[in-house]
């Protein structure tokens, strides 16, 4: 990803280099496409992954606190711990109890996991990502991993001024777009729509 431009950032190379994609992705971990992780749900492109750690790195910093809505396979969630350690915080939040314990898990896999999660820089719940995790709030960063039908206000609310979203929306005509979020230190919201995508969609939780 660095040789075709994907990656431009040495921070955000040393953080892949750190974390094994194929803890995550059950099946062929290094092709640049989705791979399915059971629920629905799938272990976004690195494309997508590169793409967001890059757009969102001006806030991720040793100390920052970032809100991983849609962990699912937990891949970005330790991505994002990798640019905010030491003192740093990621709250992983999947709605399906097992793709939590599957973030949880995957984690686990390595030695700098494992130890992110006794020190608490990483954490995983389940809830309704649509209305954020006010326990943590307020965020440096928000991450998206699902297609929102409306940019929730709960999540602008959940912002740090300043601090960035990076949100996929499904607009009127049907299609989604990758928006970027930015508070301003004065509070002022301000969005941006970068580019076309196609995520799983942020739903209800499924029935049991
Ligand atoms: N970032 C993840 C993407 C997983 S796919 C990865 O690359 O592995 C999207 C995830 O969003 C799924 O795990 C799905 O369970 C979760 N999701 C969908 N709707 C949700 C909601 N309302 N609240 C929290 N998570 C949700």
């Known amino acids: 990803m660095r040789k075709e431009g994907l990656i431009t ?3 955000v190379f040393d953080a892949f280099v750190s974390v094994d994609r194929a803890h995550f992705s059950p ?42 809505i849609g962990s699912g396979s937990g891949y ?9 350690r030491p003192g740093g915080t990621v709250i992983g939040v999947d709605h399906i109890q097992p793709l939590v314990d599957l973030g949880l898990k995957n984690t686990k896999k390595s030695p700098e996991g494992a130890k ?11 809830a309704d990502g649509r209305k954020g995790w006010k326990e943590g709030a307020p965020y440096d960063v928000i991450h998206v991993g699902a297609a929102c039908g ?10 740090k001024a300043p601090g960035r979203m990076f949100v996929p929306v499904e607009e009127q005509d049907g299609m ?32 049991v």
Request: glycine share 6%; hydrophobic share 40%.
């Open 76 to 84: 970005l969630t330790n991505i994002f711990a990798a640019l905010v």
């Open 116 to 126: 992110a999660l006794e020190e608490g820089l990483i954490k995983f719940v389940c």
């Open 176 to 207: 989604q777009y990758v928006f970027v979020v930015d508070k301003d230190k004065d509070g002022g919201v301000r969005r941006e729509r970068l580019y076309g995508v196609q995520y799983v969609p942020l739903t209800d939780a499924p029935k």
């Open 9 to 11: 950032s040495d921070r």
């Open 27 to 68: 099946t062929t971990p290094y092709a640049d496409s989705p791979q399915t992780i059971g629920h629905a749900a799938t272990i976004s492109a690195p494309h997508m992954h590169a793409s967001a750690a890059e757009t969102l790195l001006p806030y991720l910093n040793p100390g920052s606190k970032v809100l991983d």
């Open 150 to 159: 409306v940019l929730h206000q709960e999540l602008v609310e959940q912002l």
